[in-house]
Structures are given as C-alpha cells and as structure tokens.
C-alpha cells in the first residue's frame, strides 16, 4: 500500500503531460526532485488558497536550498476552490516543480464559503498574465493527500497552511493518525493582540484564514501536538510590508522570478499601498523558526456565529501546551531574506 502511494505520488512527474518538457516551462528550472535525497531536507507539504501571497510563498518555498516541496494541496478561501486549484497549477508549472496539486474542499466545514476576492483580485492572482496551466491536478483529493504524504514519511513532513483550515481538518478525521504522522503544523492565521497591528483583518478580532472556517480551525488546534501560528501580530509587522521601492528592486534584479512576483505583489501595493507577505513568513519559518519568537500555549477560536466569529485565543497557563504562537519577527530581516531569494531566482 504504501509502495503503490509511493511509487506513484513522489517525485511525481506524470501530471506533466508528454508533450511538455522541462525547456517548454516557463522558469528555467526543474526543482524538486534531487533535493529529497539529503536527510537534512526539510520536507514540506503546502496546503493553500492561492491567494496572491500564497502564490509568493510558493516562490520563496521553491528558493528555500533545504526545503523539498511535496505537493500543494488547494482549498477554497481567498477565491473559490477552482481558481485556487488553477492558480497553484501555474505557479507550480511556472516554478517547474515535480509536486502534485491535490484539489481539497470547495467550502467549509459547516459554512458557506466567504471569499476575499477584493484582495486578491476575481482570478486570485491580481490578474497577473500567467499562461493557462498545460498539467493538470491529481485526482487524489487535497485531504487524502496530505494524509498520504505524512503516512509515508511519520515524523519526517512539515505541513504548512496558508488558507482555512478546512482540509486538515477533514484529513484529521479521515485518518485519526494524521496528526501524529505529522512532524510540525505551521499555520498562517490568527490575531492574537501580541503586538499593535495584531488585530483582525476581517472583523476587529478576526484574522481571515481563521475566520472563514472556525469550527476547523478548533478541530486542528486541539489535534496536533506541535503546531507554530504565525498570525497578524508578525505578518503586519511595519518592516517587512513590501512597498513600491521594493517592487522597484526586484523588476531591476532581471530575474523572471522577481518580475512575476512584483507583478503579484503590485496588485496589493496598487491598492493598499503596501503588500503584507502573510503566507511567505509561515513558509520562511520552516526554514529558519528563529525568525519570529513565540509564546506557547492552547489556542481556542470563537465559533459562535453571532458575537466575535474566528477570534483566536492563547492560553498560556495551560499544562498542555501545543501551540507556539509568534509573538515578534525580525521583519527588517525577514523582507531581505525575501526579496533577495526573489531576486536571486535565475
Ligand atoms: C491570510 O488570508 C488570506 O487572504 C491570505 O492569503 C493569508 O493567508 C491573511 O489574513
Ligand atoms: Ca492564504
């Protein structure tokens, strides 16, 4: 059984279809498959709503040298779970990389699926011109996939959610050793009034990957031993907001990479005046965690449909901890860690 996953799903290259080869990608790269062979490669499953800023996370996670992207499952959130599909698919053909994309859930848990199409555009992307993707997603669904992939490595995979938390909540109950196989849960969601700027971004106390399906968001935090929340009280921090300047550097830079992402990135900077790189520090931190500090503890989210939906709680007097939550981030680093991989990418 887990032979025939194996052989099929790893360094999988059987969703590129025949007639597309690695010349014909737009990147000029063909990542993946080589770095899994060290031990000190970090394994990585990306579960995501892209989402213009977890369409840069994916371009930071192919720069990160030690990092091996799995596969990408896709979730609806920031626009429905079609356009997120088709958008991990092109980011993924664009970047050359032999991970499947796993659709997952068109809605959530109990809910009616609430985009934030005013951020990220209707498409998801800004409307950033990217070809059509020629390969296709896998037909194992996003949850199952996620499952599969931790199953195969126990201990071994990092799954980093960038969307609401829907599929792993649906993994969790589909295969109740999912967490355990799991070796850290990073979440990009939450506001947790750590700092200033850790307030909601859909409501005064909710951050939106949260608020879009609380009750998932319950069932995950209480289900893994090990999980890191990077939410608003890091992501918003006021250095390492990417602005008109940075764009400009990255456009200079020459690299295709810098250029796709500025354009990304230009849709948000257009219209708020800044780009906050939410999802691209949660996958960061799987790379280095040193980034942000945290403070442990129980994380509980607010279901209840009238007052304070999708508010994220800590409770740091428990005596189970199982949640590091960031509490503070060298942004002035961060942002130059992330532009300079951007910028770098031949
Ligand atoms: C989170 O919500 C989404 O809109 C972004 O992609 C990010 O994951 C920020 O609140
Ligand atoms: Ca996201």
């Given at each position: 059984m887990y032979y025939e996953f194996a052989s099929k799903h790893f360094h999988k290259s059987s969703q590129v279809p025949r007639n597309l080869n690695k010349k014909e990608l737009a990147y000029d790269g063909w990542r993946g498959a080589g770095k899994g062979l060290s031990s000190r490669v970090r394994r990585m499953f990306l579960d995501m709503d892209p989402g213009i800023d977890d369409a840069v996370a994916m371009l930071l996670a192919s720069q990160l040298k030690d990092v091996e992207v799995l596969g990408v499952s896709t979730v609806a959130g920031n626009v429905d779970v079609?356009?997120?599909?088709?958008?991990?698919l092109k980011i993924v053909e664009f970047l050359g990389l032999r991970a499947g994309?796993?659709?997952?859930?068109?809605?959530?848990?109990?809910?009616?699926?609430?985009?934030?199409?005013?951020?990220?555009g209707n498409d998801g992307l800004g409307g950033v011109a990217l070809p059509e993707p020629r390969i296709r997603a896998d037909p194992l669904p996003g949850p199952m996939a996620m499952a599969e992939f931790a199953r195969a490595e126990p201990g071994k995979v990092t799954l980093v959610a960038t969307g609401p938390l829907t599929n792993v909540?649906?993994?969790?109950?589909?295969?109740?050793?999912?967490?355990?196989?799991?070796?850290?849960?990073?979440?990009?969601?939450?506001?947790?009034s750590l700092a200033p700027y850790g307030k909601g971004n859909v409501s005064q106390f909710a951050e939106y990957n949260i608020y879009a399906d609380p009750e998932a968001a319950n069932l995950v935090f209480t289900s893994f031993q090990d999980i890191l929340c990077v939410g608003l009280d890091v992501t918003m921090h006021p250095d390492l907001l990417v602005k008109q300047e940075d764009l400009n550097r990255l456009r200079k830079s020459g690299s295709r990479m810098g250029s796709l992402a500025a354009?990304?990135?230009?849709?948000?900077?257009r219209r708020m005046g800044y780009f906050a790189p939410h999802d691209p520090l949660a996958v960061y931190c799987v790379h280095d965690q040193a980034i942000v500090s945290t403070k442990r503890g129980r994380v509980k989210v607010v279901t209840d449909l009238q007052g304070e939906r999708g508010r994220t709680i800590l409770e740091t007097d428990s005596e189970k901890s199982n949640v590091s939550v960031a509490s503070a981030?060298?942004?002035?680093?961060?942002?130059?860690?992330?532009?300079?991989?951007?910028?770098?990418?031949r």
């Open positions: 079609v356009k997120t599909t088709r958008n991990a994309v796993y659709r997952g859930s068109s809605r959530p848990l109990i809910r009616p699926h609430e985009n934030s199409a005013d951020i990220h909540a649906i993994a969790c109950m589909l295969d109740m050793d999912f967490p355990g196989h799991v070796k850290q849960l990073v979440i990009m969601g939450g506001a947790f354009d990304i990135m230009g849709f948000s900077v981030v060298d942004g002035t680093r961060f942002k130059e860690e992330l532009l300079g991989a951007l910028e770098r990418a």
